[in-house]
């Protein structure tokens, strides 16, 4: 599940997924943009295993290089 929060320590809006909100994109000065942002950016395939929740990118290659570590399989 991924959402956009504001982050009141780091002072900005980020997109988490995750039950612990990890940050997947971030830093943005306002909701909108971290919105736009996510509608342009290529969403991960999501699995549930065990009750574990794993990500990996559609097309199974990092979208960023080198790797940023988004990618749990």
């Known amino acids: 599940m991924v959402k956009i929060v504001y982050n009141r320590l780091l002072g900005g809006w980020y997109i988490v997924r995750g ?3 990890t940050p997947i994109s ?3 000065a ?3 943009a ?3 942002h996510l509608d342009n950016r290529y969403v ?3 699995y549930s295993i065990g009750g ?3 990500y990996r990118n559609k097309q199974g290659l990092c979208i960023d290089a080198p790797c940023c570590g988004c ?3």
């Open 52 to 54: 574990r929740e794993y």
């Open 44 to 46: 991960s395939d999501v």
């Open 30 to 32: 306002s909701k909108q």
């Open 71 to 73: 990618c749990t399989i």
């Open 19 to 21: 039950r612990h909100q």
């Open 26 to 28: 971030g830093r943005f």
């Open 34 to 36: 971290a919105q736009a």
